[in-house]
T-cell receptor, first 117, second 114 residues
Framework: AQTVTQSQPEMSVQEAETVTLSCTYD???????LFWYKQPPSRQMILVIR??????QNATENRFSVNFQKAAKSFSLKISDSQLGDAAMYFC??????????????FGKGTSLLVTP | GAVVSQHPSWVICKSGTSVKIECRSL??????MFWYRQFPKQSLMLMAT?????????EQGVEKDKFLINHASLTLSTLTVTSAHPEDSSFYIC??????????FGSGTRLTVV
């Protein structure tokens, strides 16, 4: 099974500053999908951003962008102009393109992001 | 679009009883539903994958007889925790796949077994 590693259990950022959350993964597959999900205190999972492995261009969604390094198997999330509402648990997730996995998401352990005023 | 409604949001049950958690896809047909378990401040651990009309596929280490999953229709999947014990207390989340690589999550169920 693919392993997703988030090496930062906790991160802190000041409001309006930029923070980068790291994620690495282990796979032998060439085609797959990567995701960042946010889980606020309500515990509702919210999609932040998604990246298809076959796309070289890094995905961006407003203040959120990724640095996808396929060869290095790295998928970091950059949050610009951090806001208090960004405080949450962030999970990196991997999805195989092969159907025998059922297309389930495989999550990392998460990074707790604290945003200070 | 692509909303999954999960109920109940929290439940307390006595040890030895069973509890059922429902996940309904409101505006799409969920051919595949995933069930996760999440301990406090930990990751989501996949318990099983269910496909409409067929038996669920359980992850290694998950007791099939304790965690019964039924996916009898394209809009409803249920997880029944049978003979619940305090160690089954956890946060359970369902997730449905829609489109090719879109996933939507239920709001979760906090189960406390006393």
């Amino acid at each position: 099974a693919q392993t997703v590693t988030q090496s930062q259990p906790e991160m802190s950022v000041q409001e309006a500053e930029t923070v980068t959350l790291s994620c690495t993964y282990d796979t032998s597959e060439s085609d797959y999908y990567l995701f960042w999900y946010k889980q606020p205190p309500s515990r509702q999972m919210i999609l932040v951003i998604r990246q298809e492995a076959y796309k070289q261009q890094n995905a961006t969604e407003n203040r959120f962008s990724v640095n996808f390094q396929k060869a290095a198997k790295s998928f970091s999330l950059k949050i610009s102009d951090s806001q208090l509402g960004d405080a949450a648990m962030y999970f990196c997730a991997y999805r195989s393109a092969i159907s025998n996995s059922g297309y389930a998401l495989n999550f990392g352990k998460g990074t707790s992001l604290l945003v200070t005023p | 679009g692509a909303v999954v409604s999960q109920h109940p949001s929290w439940v307390i049950c006595k040890s030895g009883t069973s509890v059922k958690i429902e996940c309904r896809s409101l505006d799409f047909q969920a051919t595949t539903m995933f069930w996760y378990r999440q301990f406090p401040k930990q990751s989501l651990m996949l318990m099983a994958t269910s496909n409409e009309g067929s038996k669920a596929t359980y992850e290694q280490g998950v007791e099939k007889d304790k965690f019964l999953i039924n996916h009898a229709s394209l809009t409803l999947s249920t997880l029944t925790v049978t003979s619940a014990h305090p160690e089954d207390s956890s946060f359970y989340i369902c997730s449905a796949r829609w489109m090719s690589y879109g996933y939507t999550f239920g709001s979760g169920t906090r189960l406390t077994v006393v």
